[in-house]
């Protein structure tokens, strides 16, 4: 049985702020939090992560949907902004862009600029 899980599409943007530390963090799989590293401001990449970098038997339970356990995960990742000061600069001005489940407002989504906030 094949089971697929789309989270917006082509176009939708889902700002994300996280962490870069190598720990576990709720929601951010080690698959993506591995593959940003290296990454430049303004760099994209499509990122397959197996189930075992994944969220591996168990399910995920998103703030849009629920993912099955064993899924191989597809990311569509641009990096837009980095702090070294936290993730307040990060989601300045944009914090209703992506908001709001499978009706997604857009506010503020084009108002993102490539930064880095050191």
């Not at 590293?37 to 499509?46: A, E, Q, S, V």
């Not at 702090?83 to 506010?107: V, W």
Request: proline share 8%.
């Amino acid at each position: 049985m094949c089971q697929k899980y789309r989270d917006g599409g082509e176009g939708v943007l889902r700002p994300l702020a996280f962490r870069l530390s190598g720990y576990p963090q709720p929601g951010i799989c080690q698959g993506l939090q591995e593959a940003v590293l290296g990454m430049k401001i303004g760099g994209r990449r499509t990122v397959l992560v197996p189930p075992e970098y994944g969220f591996g038997n168990m399910p995920a339970l998103a703030p849009f949907a629920a993912v099955p356990a064993r899924s191989q995960l597809r990311y569509d990742v641009e990096l837009l902004r980095v702090s070294a000061r936290g993730p307040d600069e990060l989601m300045q001005g944009i914090s209703l862009c992506g908001a709001g489940g499978a009706g997604a407002s857009t506010d503020g989504c084009s108002n993102i600029k490539p930064a880095e906030f050191s």
